[in-house]
């Protein structure tokens, strides 16, 4: 075996594999793949095979286009089996609130250019003739959908991978993970290699050998299973493949006969206490009884499976995350250190696409897909307990097949962090969402309400309730707790130079200043939205979005040289946050510290050190919601005194809290953009509407040239508002915008504008 390599990639699943073709494919030589067992001896060879390529995310879809037209060349590239069929995909409506979820993915599946039509019950039987299309209220077709064989794409892509110089070991045992001198060595029960790079895509095991470096990876596996039947009468290899969600099963073709195998109500985790050292290429045992409301909900819809001959039950682990998303990237405060892994039973599907972005990662340092959803650096610290990575993966499994409605929450896990205020917002009737383990007040309900959010696709039940708030705001004041914000608070001579380099805004103006600002990558894409604020001399403070301050911490700390003289630390807990917004918040603090809050003597983006009664505060003049008002940052045990002296002072002026749906419809009536949805790593400020913020006099910074670059080409595309005429629509995000039958671009995000009476929408 090799001693030495550039790139070492842990597991030879269809994910290493990928990795390891597409690491080749784009030049990269000198790359070894191990694996403990032969390839696809984990999660992978018993995949049931199914590959579909729309999905809830935009990101997520274009990664399983790619993997498809992949897949459809790779066996005449490789000359290697793959089993692939494009026989496309059937998903059925079996009741008419999976209908509406299907009219709104055909409308997104409109803007990929995927051919999906939605058809009648009696059409979708045409296409899988042995169905009961009792109860079915329509379906969504996809042709280009197929199915394969796993273990044979696997070997393929290995194939492809080895054809380019990739050297493969198997039945190699990673048993550590060394540092020394900026080299990883990593051992094996074959010998030790060392190398630059290495890349975990060990499936289940991925958190094993995360741990080995100090790397936390929530991952739980769950027990998955399928039956395998003998031919079926009827049964033609033409057959889709054919999901009825609501009924919680999918079906394929095989052999003449069916692969049939769902997502139970009741979801069985497995090796909890760690994976059996001798569990390669191996199955877990049949459990019929788990197994039996599949079944007859499966012989409902597909009668003959009753009378079929099953060959096996098969139980498989599958690795899923507390949240349903892939986990990528390279992990926090360890570089060349990558993962790719957790893909939630989509790893079949997804595993050309993610072979390509992880490569693009590592050789270029940016993924050409915004996989932010995606990002390690997503997790909180609290995902490093088992317990809360168990609770939400096993409701992520149980949820798998359900209608996801707007605005849906996770239900497990909470309540876990909560502000100082949060009892007191509890008192007031607040209905809490939750991000990053936060709660957070997203509208209070008034006495006559039950203060709970009923899920649907028609107008929510706030949606009066929310009219009021919003009104309140735009014309006396609104008191908002703001404490989930990410604060960042960075110290040190080095300082300004670091942030003047990672910032496109001019972060060098005086000391009592607040800059908006986005930090960049290399290609001028958007990777950081958020307020910089220049405290005193070598001392900033940086506010960010609530999920967004780990990955933003960590963008900075890998573009900052190791001899700089930088302190950065994340107070997110240390300080509470309190936004007060309305025409009347200047009367409401002028009513308690009788001092001159106008804009003469507080002028808009700057920020002051003051005393609001007994509390010491650092005030921020900045408005997310297009109104005067401050964003007060307090010691975190001075919040709730804070928050009830001002609802206090506020009672003769029309101060009334508000939550978090106000502030999105707020935001959308001003033109404020989300990080994430309306603005991503794949647009740049000026395609974003953002070039006041762009300083291309200022000195060098990441992503100038690129912007420069795209000045003088011109800019394509831009994002763009529009309102609607008929609001009894309700747009969500995602849908096509058509002009003239020719669809021209996708809603980013969207939402009723209650001052202008408008449904508003970014595209």
């Known amino acids: 075996m090799k001693s030495y390599a550039n790139i070492v990639i842990i597991g030879g699943g269809v994910i290493g594999t990928s990795i390891a073709y597409h690491l080749s494919k784009m030049g990269m030589r000198d790359i070894i793949l191990v694996d403990k067992g032969e390839l696809t001896s984990g999660a992978t060879f018993h995949s049931a095979g199914l590959v579909g390529q729309l999905r809830s995310s935009v990101t997520l879809t ?73 109860g079915i209220f329509g379906a969504a077709f996809l042709p280009t959908d197929g199915h394969l064989d796993p273990s044979g794409i696997t070997y393929a892509l290995a194939k492809g991978a080895r054809n380019r110089g990739v050297d493969i070991y198997v039945n190699t045992r990673v048993t550590d993970i060394k540092i020394k001198k900026g080299l990883y060595e990593i051992i094996t029960d074959k010998g030790s290699i060392k190398a630059e790079i290495v890349v975990n895509a060990a499936g289940m095991w991925a958190p094993e050998i995360g741990k080995m470096v100090g790397v936390d990876i929530p991952i739980i596996p769950m027990a998955h299973q399928y039956v395998i039947t003998k031919p079926i009468e009827g049964v033609l290899r033409t057959f889709p493949t054919m999901r009825d969600p609501d009924n919680l099963v999918y079906f394929r073709e095989e052999v003449g006969g069916l692969v049939m195998g769902g997502y139970e109500k009741d979801p069985a985790p497995w090796a909890l206490d760690g994976i059996p050292k001798d569990f390669s290429h191996r199955l877990l045992q049949p459990d019929w009884d788990r197994f039996e409301p599949l079944i007859n909900n499966a012989i409902f819809r597909v009668p003959v499976i009753g009378e079929a001959e099953v060959i096996k039950l098969v139980n498989g682990p599958e690795a899923f995350t507390p949240d349903g998303e892939f986990i990528l990237g390279e992990a926090s405060n360890l570089r060349n250190f990558y993962v790719a892994a957790g893909f939630c039973a989509h790893g079949i599907a997804a595993g050309g696409g993610i072979g390509k972005v992880m490569a693009e990662w590592i050789i270029e340092g940016e993924p050409s897909l915004d996989l932010r959803k995606m990002d390690i650096h997503r997790f909180g610290s609290h995902h490093a307990s088992k317990k809360y990575t168990l609770d939400r993966t096993w409701e992520v499994y149980h949820r798998y097949y359900d209608i996801h409605y707007p605005f849906e929450e996770m239900e497990k896990g909470r309540p876990l962090r909560t502000s100082p205020v949060y009892h007191r917002l509890k008192e007031l009737r607040a209905v809490f969402g939750e991000k990053l383990g936060w709660e957070r007040a997203n509208w209070f309900a008034p006495a006559d309400v ?176 297009g109104e005067t008002g401050w964003e007060f940052h307090i010691p975190a045990e001075y919040t709730l005194y804070l928050w009830d002296l001002l609802l206090d002072a506020g009672k003769d002026f029309g101060l009334r809290p508000v939550g978090y749906r106000t502030i999105d419809s707020l935001r959308l009536e001003k033109g404020y953009r989300v990080l994430g949805s309306d603005i991503t790593s794949e647009y740049t400020p000026l395609e974003a509407g953002l070039d006041f913020c762009v300083r291309l006099d200022k000195t060098d910074f990441i992503g100038k040239e690129a912007i420069v670059s795209q000045k003088k080409k011109g800019i394509k595309q831009k994002l763009c508002l529009m309102v609607l005429k008929d609001d009894s629509y309700l747009p969500i995000g995602k849908e096509a915008i058509y002009y003239n039958d020719k669809v021209i671009g996708r809603v980013t995000s969207a939402g009723y504008g209650y001052t202008v009476e408008k449904m508003i929408i970014y595209l």
Not at 89 to 116: Q, W
């Open 62 to 134: 274009k990664i399983m286009m790619y993997s498809i037209d992949l897949y459809s060349k790779l066996e005449e590239e490789t000359e290697q089996y793959t089993g692939w069929k494009q026989v496309g995909g059937l998903r059925i409506a079996s009741s008419k609130e999976r209908m509406e979820e299907l009219k709104k993915a055909s409308s997104m599946a409109k803007t990929f250019g995927l051919p999906l039509e939605l058809i009648s019950a009696k059409e979708a039987k045409k296409l899988f003739p042995i169905m009961n299309d009792n």
């Open 450 to 625: 039950e203060p709970k959010e009923k899920y649907g696709w028609g107008k929510p039940n706030w949606f009066e309730i929310v009219k009021e708030e919003h009104k309140a705001v735009r014309e006396k004041a609104g008191l908002f707790d703001l404490s989930s914000f990410s604060k960042i608070e960075i110290k040190g001579y080095d300082a300004l130079k670091i942030l003047e380099l990672l910032c496109d805004n001019k972060i060098d103006q005086p000391v009592g200043k607040v800059i908006y600002t986005q930090m960049l990558n290399k290609k001028g894409g958007i990777v950081s939205d958020i307020t910089v604020s220049h405290v005193a001399e070598n001392h900033f403070y940086i506010v960010a979005g609530t999920a967004f301050g780990r990955y933003d911490i960590d963008w900075i700390k890998k573009h900052t040289p190791e001899d700089s003289n930088i302190k950065i630390d994340d107070v997110t807990s240390a300080y509470g946050t309190i936004g007060l917004w309305g025409p009347n918040a200047p009367k409401i603090i002028e009513s308690i510290t009788g001092e001159d809050f106008s804009l003469n003597s507080f002028p808009y983006m700057s920020l002051k050190k003051i005393t609001i009664g007994y509390a010491p505060v650092l005030a921020l003049r900045v408005s997310y919601v």
